[in-house]
């Protein structure tokens, strides 16, 4: 029924407008802006007003502003949907582009170019080369903005007509700043896009670095909008100054836009000043304490959303220079009003900060967020004391802060500082004494939490001599061992059972064995496996046991960070951007071969990116499930020999066995009975004959998987001759591209040496040129190349390796990602492309 009545609307909406159409009687504007208002509204709505398309355009011969405003969003909405209908609208905005009133002028020509569809851009070449010669600034600004829609229709008819050249000579010569933002905008997209496969156009995008450019943009800077004065302030940080006097009057020039109201133009001109300063230390160090006033009086300033934007950028600052903001640490306090994520950024801002001389307060501050009623900001209050306590700032103090939180007898505060209090422990094991004395008196029935658990049965494995009842608190954890659902509590609690064994074995002798036989019937592969090299270990020699399993301790002096060096280098260079925001390099959420699962080594810091080729996932498929079936055995097998044992315990090997790996499954009668584990370590048949040395010893036998057989090795890789001109077009290198799987991902450090001749991406092109290596494409900031090379005895459109390099000029890392019509001849080209990488330079 509503469908039916909306048919009927629409129907008496198009004749309504058909009558009024040719009609010049009084009063018919009005009627034709009430009708033009319900077709708005239902357009709005998300009702299909499309059929109305001819008596919209019927009734657009007018001279009523509000009504050609009306017509030419209903226009713009339908046109591209419907091509053959948008031929309707051709002549009355021709004819509206040369209007007597520049405002409708303006307004038909930016309806003309945002149609969008490829069969009209005959008629819009003629409306934009007129508006760009314009008397009106608005006619002009719109022309220019015009030109970039026309680009993204038709390159080509952009090109030959020469717009390009037209908007420079606007850029620098117009007299209406508007219309000079809208031009530097345009340019900047049509020479980007045409850089991917024209030096020419890179060029012309290198050219706006030029120095008259960049003095004519700053000269007139403050007549620019707000939007206008960030897209060139964007430019000028990509700039170059001749010296250091020139950096000077840029920034004097630029200074005052640091109190600006607007907080996008504050974070462009501090990247202004950041990059300009990055070669001179002392200036670089003035420009931290200069513009750090700006930035907190933005986090001040009530709103949310900006103050979490201002407090990314602050707080990717603080980590290349906590000293600087180390006295503010107060601006960091958290307000009752902010919302979660605020507030746990500042946690992270103030961790930061820490030192010496703020850090009392800071803990005292950090430990009245503990008992906040948001759950998730309490624990990130424990875990920013415990990170201040790890980077050696009065300790005392904070291990005494830490030990009271467990006293608050809140689940989730206990939790968390078990976690800290076992890092402390192994950074700082002179504070056991005072930290067990009070673990001791937590209830283990009151932890649920598996980290928590992990947590405190590591301290009690690792301290079972200063804990008198840590062998019973881990035996009521073995006699729930079918009750825990997280593997890694039961593999901590394997280890530390072990642990107390080998401090205090007649306690403990019989919770070890419940647990190795709990653990070897364990459907967990991880658990099963650790079960069965702690059974073997024992049986062999318990001294060798407990070198492997309970080393003496050492201290952990550094704690692994969450980010390389490199990649907050990288997020750096893109200062004022969402890069900054998400933590992360734009390529990882901008490039569609990144956005694959990547991970970040806890080791290292180093990422792994990138999807993997189909061969090697069916290769590490294929190896997956043979690991499975053949783990799957083991376990099997090891399950049915804890079941004919029917004990706990663990037998010593007896003499007949001496022949045979002593690290092979032992077979016990089921009379037999545990053997005390200090005598067995102390019996001479528990040693290896020299015969013993056979294939049994290798790694697999351990899981009882018969003789290893020896791999096969390595091929070597093949030479490499490549082709001294390939030829390539830019079409084709893009389907190759698309088409194509990353094979191999490489790394390259430049020596500084040679980063001082890389000012450009002109030399490293010329010397890949040299090596064979031809470039698609280059950009700057960061420096990008997409290179291309072909094997010297290949097909026509066949043998091609394809890179993408980019080059952090800060760090001098170059990552390159290779893709190849042959990807076995893909490493020899790696290895080809960093030897040609090792020889630039001077």
């Given at each position: 029924?509503?469908?039916?009545?909306?048919?009927?609307?629409?129907?008496?909406?198009k004749?309504?407008?058909r009558?009024?159409?040719?009609?010049?009687?009084?009063?018919?504007?009005?009627?034709?802006r009430?009708?033009?208002?319900?077709?708005?509204?239902?357009?709005?709505?998300?009702?299909?007003?499309?059929?109305?398309?001819?008596?919209m355009?019927?009734?657009?011969?007018?001279?009523d502003?509000?009504?050609?405003?009306?017509c030419?969003?209903?226009?713009?909405?339908?046109?591209?949907?419907?091509?053959?209908?948008?031929?309707?609208?051709?002549?009355f905005?021709?004819?509206?582009?040369?209007?007597?009133?520049?405002?409708?002028?303006?307004?038909?020509?930016?309806?003309?170019?945002?149609?969008?569809?490829?069969?009209?851009?005959?008629?819009?070449?003629?409306?934009?080369?007129?508006?760009?010669?314009?008397?009106?600034?608005?006619?002009?600004?719109?022309?220019?903005?015009?030109?970039?829609?026309l680009?993204?229709?038709?390159?080509?008819?952009c090109?030959?007509?020469?717009?390009?050249?037209?908007?420079?000579?606007?850029?620098?010569?117009?007299?209406d700043?508007?219309?000079?933002?809208?031009?530097?905008?345009?340019?900047?997209?049509?020479?980007?896009?045409?850089?991917?496969?024209?030096?020419?156009?890179?060029?012309?995008?290198?050219?706006?670095?030029?120095?008259?450019?960049?003095?004519?943009?700053?000269?007139?800077?403050?007549?620019?909008?707000?939007?206008?004065?960030?897209?060139?302030l964007?430019?000028?940080?990509?700039?170059?100054?001749?010296d250091?006097?020139?950096?000077?009057?840029?920034?004097?020039?630029?200074?005052?836009?640091?109190?600006?109201?607007?907080?996008?133009?504050?974070?462009?001109?501090?990247?202004?000043?950041?990059?300009?300063?990055?070669?001179?230390?002392?200036?670089?160090?003035?420009v931290?304490?200069?513009?750090?006033?700006?930035?907190?009086?933005?986090?001040?300033?009530?709103?949310?959303?900006?103050?979490?934007?201002?407090?990314?950028?602050?707080?990717?600052?603080?980590?290349?220079?906590?000293?600087?903001?180390?006295?503010?640490?107060?601006?960091?306090?958290?307000?009752?009003?902010?919302?979660?994520?605020?507030?746990?950024?500042?946690?992270?801002?103030?961790?930061?900060?820490?030192?010496?001389?703020?850090?009392y307060?800071?803990?005292?501050?950090l430990?009245?967020?503990?008992?906040?009623?948001?759950?998730?900001?309490?624990?990130?209050?424990?875990?920013?004391?415990g990170k201040i306590?790890?980077?050696?700032?009065d300790?005392?103090?904070?291990?005494?802060?830490?030990l009271?939180?467990?006293?608050?007898?809140?689940?989730?505060?206990?939790?968390e500082?078990?976690?800290?209090?076992?890092?402390?422990?192994?950074?700082?094991?002179?504070?056991?004494?005072?930290?067990?004395?009070?673990?001791?008196?937590?209830?283990?029935?009151?932890?649920?939490?598996?980290?928590?658990?992990?947590a405190?049965?590591?301290?009690?494995?690792?301290?079972?001599?200063?804990?008198?009842?840590?062998p019973?608190?881990?035996?009521?954890?073995?006699?729930?061992?079918?009750?825990?659902?997280?593997?890694?509590?039961?593999?901590?609690?394997?280890?530390?059972?072990?642990?107390?064994?080998?401090?205090?074995?007649?306690?403990?002798?019989?919770?070890?064995?419940?647990?190795?036989?709990?653990?070897?019937?364990?459907?967990?592969?991880?658990?099963?496996?650790?079960?069965?090299?702690?059974?073997?270990?024992?049986?062999?020699s318990?001294?060798?046991?407990?070198?492997?399993i309970?080393?003496p301790?050492?201290?952990?002096?550094?704690?692994?960070?969450?980010?390389?060096?490199?990649?907050k280098?990288?997020?750096?260079d893109?200062?004022?951007?969402?890069s900054v925001?998400?933590?992360?390099?734009?390529?990882?959420?901008?490039?569609?071969?990144?956005?694959?699962?990547?991970?970040?080594?806890?080791?290292?810091?180093?990422?792994?990116?990138?999807?993997?080729?189909?061969?090697?996932?069916?290769?590490?498929?294929?190896?997956?499930?043979?690991?499975?079936?053949?783990?799957?055995?083991?376990?099997?097998?090891?399950?049915?020999?804890?079941?004919?044992?029917?004990?706990?315990?663990?037998?010593?090997?007896?003499?007949?066995?001496?022949?045979?790996?002593?690290?092979?499954?032992?077979s016990?009668?089921?009379?037999?009975?545990?053997?005390?584990?200090?005598?067995?370590?102390a019996?001479?048949?528990?040693?290896?004959?020299?015969?013993?040395?056979?294939?049994?010893?290798?790694?697999d036998?351990?899981?009882?998987l018969?003789?290893?057989?020896?791999?096969?090795?390595?091929?070597?890789?093949?030479?490499?001759?490549?082709?001294?001109?390939?030829?390539?077009?830019?079409?084709?290198?893009?389907?190759?591209?698309?088409?194509?799987?990353?094979a191999?991902?490489?790394?390259?450090?430049?020596?500084?040496?040679?980063?001082?001749?890389?000012?450009?991406?002109?030399?490293?092109?010329r010397?890949?040129?040299?090596?064979?290596?031809?470039?698609?494409?280059?950009?700057?900031?960061?420096?990008?190349?997409?290179?291309?090379?072909?094997?010297?005895?290949?097909?026509?459109?066949?043998?091609?390796?394809?890179?993408?390099?980019?080059?952090?000029?800060?760090?001098?890392?170059?990552?390159?990602?290779?893709?190849?019509?042959?990807?076995?001849?893909?490493?020899?080209?790696?290895?080809?492309?960093?030897?040609?990488?090792?020889?630039?330079?001077?």
């Amino acid at each position: 029924m509503n469908a039916d009545n909306r048919k009927g609307e629409l129907a008496e909406l198009k004749a309504q407008l058909r009558q009024l159409a040719g009609s010049r009687a009084p009063g018919v504007e009005e009627l034709k802006r009430e009708l033009y208002k319900k077709v708005i509204n239902y357009l709005t709505v998300g009702i299909d007003v499309s059929s109305l398309f001819s008596e919209m355009v019927m009734c657009s011969a007018t001279s009523d502003l509000v009504l050609k405003k009306m017509c030419y969003l209903y226009v713009g909405n339908y046109a591209r949907g419907h091509p053959d209908l948008a031929l309707l609208t051709i002549n009355f905005l021709q004819k509206d582009c040369q209007d007597d009133d520049p405002m409708i002028r303006g307004l038909a020509l930016r309806s003309l170019c945002s149609l969008r569809v490829k069969n009209l851009v005959e008629y819009l070449v003629g409306p934009l080369q007129r508006g760009l010669k314009d008397n009106n600034g608005y006619v002009r600004s719109v022309a220019a903005l015009g030109v970039l829609k026309l680009y993204h229709i038709a390159p080509s008819s952009c090109t030959e007509n020469e717009f390009p050249v037209t908007l420079k000579a606007l850029l620098l010569h117009d007299s209406d700043p508007q219309v000079v933002a809208n031009c530097l905008y345009s340019l900047l997209e049509i020479w980007s896009m045409e850089g991917n496969s024209s030096e020419a156009a890179l060029r012309e995008k290198e050219s706006l670095l030029s120095r008259n450019v960049i003095l004519s943009l700053l000269n007139r800077f403050k007549d620019f909008s707000e939007w206008a004065q960030c897209l060139v302030l964007e430019l000028v940080s990509k700039y170059v100054p001749e010296d250091a006097q020139e950096t000077h009057d840029m920034m004097d020039l630029l200074d005052d836009r640091l109190q600006h109201a607007n907080s996008a133009v504050v974070l462009a001109t501090i990247k202004v000043f950041l990059h300009l300063t990055m070669s001179m230390a002392e200036v670089h160090q003035k420009v931290y304490e200069r513009i750090k006033a700006p930035l907190l009086t933005l986090v001040s300033s009530g709103i949310a959303e900006l103050s979490y934007a201002v407090l990314s950028h602050l707080h990717l600052l603080v980590l290349r220079a906590p000293v600087l903001f180390a006295s503010d640490y107060k601006h960091f306090y958290c307000r009752y009003s902010d919302p979660s994520y605020v507030k746990k950024l500042k946690l992270e801002m103030l961790t930061a900060v820490a030192n010496e001389s703020n850090t009392y307060d800071i803990v005292t501050e950090l430990s009245e967020y503990a008992a906040n009623v948001d759950v998730t900001i309490a624990r990130e209050s424990i875990r920013a004391v415990g990170k201040i306590a790890l980077q050696q700032y009065d300790v005392n103090a904070i291990v005494d802060r830490l030990l009271q939180f467990l006293e608050m007898e809140k689940d989730y505060v206990t939790a968390e500082t078990l976690v800290l209090v076992k890092d402390l422990l192994r950074k700082y094991p002179q504070w056991s004494h005072d930290c067990i004395a009070v673990v001791g008196g937590v209830s283990s029935k009151s932890i649920t939490e598996p980290k928590a658990k992990s947590a405190l049965i590591w301290m009690l494995g690792e301290y079972a001599y200063d804990m008198n009842d840590a062998p019973y608190v881990l035996e009521g954890f073995v006699q729930n061992w079918a009750e825990e659902d997280f593997p890694e509590v039961r593999l901590e609690l394997l280890t530390a059972v072990a642990k107390c064994f080998f401090k205090r074995p007649p306690e403990t002798l019989k919770i070890l064995g419940s647990a190795l036989s709990y653990g070897l019937a364990d459907a967990n592969q991880d658990v099963h496996d650790r079960a069965l090299l702690y059974y073997r270990l024992l049986q062999h020699s318990v001294e060798i046991a407990e070198r492997v399993i309970s080393p003496p301790k050492q201290a952990v002096s550094v704690f692994a960070g969450d980010q390389s060096i490199e990649i907050k280098d990288r997020i750096f260079d893109e200062f004022n951007s969402l890069s900054v925001v998400y933590r992360q390099p734009s390529y990882m959420f901008l490039d569609k071969d990144q956005r694959s699962p990547f991970t970040f080594s806890e080791d290292t810091g180093s990422s792994v990116l990138g999807p993997q080729s189909p061969e090697r996932e069916d290769l590490a498929s294929d190896y997956d499930t043979r690991d499975n079936e053949l783990l799957l055995g083991a376990h099997e097998k090891e399950e049915s020999r804890a079941v004919s044992n029917g004990s706990h315990g663990f037998s010593a090997p007896k003499s007949q066995t001496s022949q045979h790996d002593p690290f092979a499954p032992r077979s016990a009668s089921p009379t037999q009975t545990a053997q005390p584990a200090r005598a067995t370590a102390a019996s001479p048949q528990a040693t290896v004959s020299s015969s013993a040395a056979s294939p049994l010893l290798a790694v697999d036998d351990l899981l009882g998987l018969g003789p290893s057989i020896p791999a096969e090795p390595a091929p070597p890789v093949p030479q490499l001759k490549l082709n001294a001109k390939p030829v390539l077009d830019p079409a084709s290198f893009k389907r190759k591209w698309g088409q194509l799987t990353v094979a191999l991902t490489v790394e390259y450090t430049f020596p500084a040496e040679a980063l001082h001749g890389l000012t450009g991406p002109q030399p490293l092109v010329r010397h890949m040129q040299a090596n064979s290596v031809q470039c698609m494409a280059s950009g700057n900031a960061p420096l990008k190349f997409f290179f291309f090379a072909q094997l010297s005895d290949a097909a026509p459109n066949s043998g091609f390796f394809l890179v993408e390099l980019v080059v952090t000029t800060s760090s001098g890392l170059a990552s390159a990602k290779i893709k190849a019509d042959e990807a076995s001849m893909a490493p020899a080209f790696a290895d080809s492309l960093r030897s040609a990488l090792s020889k630039f330079g001077p």
